[in-house]
């Protein structure tokens, strides 16, 4: 029975829920509860195989949602993953351990929040994980070599840099970019701006294993008397008491085809992801009322920011063909059934082989390097000026904000507009079905070289579609929606030819390069922007729809991520991040929860 009062209800035992749960527990006086919608997972061979996660998505831990038809893409309605289980989406992602910049960061802080620059971020992010142990004889050949130790405490996510070290692939991508005065020289987990750098996975270096929410920050601290965890709990709404000040008492919950109320004493926290969290906000009466209105939930608190600002990596890319020989992961990718059995063999009797990573190896945040001076940087100039927002709505007081970021970000050498990566597999992605492009996995070894817009202007919503808690919310991206964001994402595009055949990278592919798919041969800014329409799909780094900005700029929650004009209710997740970091999202949503924990003891007079 979980009708009892807590101290602390937390909505979604997700990447952040799990990290606040476990850090609120440490003061054995607070009695904590944290409802996840999904299953304990934790035992489940695929997701404990880093190389499996493909294989997760269309589960029934993926909430397996879809966008409206997306104007922009050609109508496309685009895959939209979020992890349904004990750790949420941490549980389901590729294992990338992307480190934001520290400008991504230190934006937050210019757009009003008080206390989120990047020096205290920073001390918070160290908090997360323990860093890679690597060998002295493998430093160079996996691309970290002159890197200084990392001097902090060791935290609960196990890091490594998985998969084969004597693949060639991280070293050449490293000295390609150095060759161009375009490589991370000191551990990117310290600080970064702009450069490559060797992708840095969550797994776990010594078990092989997918470290992730569940594992890393629940299971060592879940005999804990004051911890307790409900899984395949669905919150349906936050409970209310109103007078002279509406607070959050507790919430409404279906457990084994049950309803139950739950009470907490302190606070109600919805971790529950971007999608998820302005749902049951809208659901409880928090949010725009002519929506709220439209599907007869009464209004507790207008806040029109709820649902909007909705931000995602948009992502697209080529693959090329190898050269005879080198190792990569197609024929896992064309579901061979030799190459699947020696794989699974492989890891079961030592944890080696080709299902120890996910295959991406690399990665790289860049500006437009071919458009920062001369002609190219007057085209830019010009574009940034002709879409500039104006008008005096909260709406475009928050696009004023971020377009001044952005301008900034766009024109700046020292600032990425996209993260790059090589991936060790060729990638399917939407095809024109007028067209010769392959629909599946071809014969061939290849390496896929991926782009995503870091800095995307365009915004989109999530919003309830009717007052049913188990309705899917509909969800528009509106990507490309800001003419900018094609513009920038095109000439990155085009800058993948002029990484595939430059030294020694190119070195690792046919020369002449051969695509696997034709239509990926991009010649100009039109070619480049017709292929991205086709074949953009989502990067699954949502955030921005509870977000931490000013009341007055559209704002969900205060630098405290209190939700503005209800008391015990806050906001900690991927929805309460203002803008989106540099790439994944995973290590900033871990270190949004630590900070979040600290605020919350602090005021609380916790240990």
Known sequence: MVSAEYDFVIVGGGTAGLALATRLSEDPS????????????????????????PALMGTEMDWSFHSEPQPNLNGRSVDLHQGKALGGSSAINSEVFAPPTDGSISSWAALGNEGWDSST???????VFTPP???ESSRKKLG???YSPYATPNGPVQLSLAGNPD?????????TFKNKGLHVSKDPLHSISVGAFSCISSIDPVKKERSYAATAYYDPVKDRPNLKVLTNATVEKILFEVADSTRATGVRCRHNNKTETVLCSKEVILSAGAFQSPKILELSGIGNKSILSRHEVKLIKELPGVGENLQDHLISGASFETVDGLETLDSLARQEPEAIGKAMQEYATSRTGPLTSTGIDAYAYLPMVDHLSGEGRETLKELLSQHRPSGDHPHHFRACSFYELAERAFLNPNTPS?????????????IDPDSNSPPGPIPG???????????PLSRGSVHITSNDPFAAPAIDPNYLSNPVDIEVLARHMLYLENIATSPPFSELLKQPLVRRDPASHITDIETAKKYIRTSAISMWHYGGTCAMLPEDKGGVVSPTLKVYGVDNLRVIDSSAVPILSTANMQSTVYTLAERAADLIKQEYGLH
């Open 167 to 175: 693949n060639p692939v991280r070293e050449a991508w490293i000295a």
């Open 121 to 127: 971020f920073r001390k918070y992010y160290a908090k």
């Open 133 to 135: 142990l690597i060998e």
């Open 418 to 430: 996209a993260a790059y990566l090589a991936a060790l597999a060729q990638r399917v992605l939407p």
């Open 30 to 53: 607070q009695r904590i509860l944290v409802l996840e919608a999904g299953a304990d997972v934790s035992n489940d061979p695929r997701v404990k195989t880093p190389g499996l996660c």
């Open 445 to 455: 070894a290849f390496i896929t070289l991926g782009v995503m817009l870091s800095q």
């Open 144 to 146: 970290v070599d002159g």
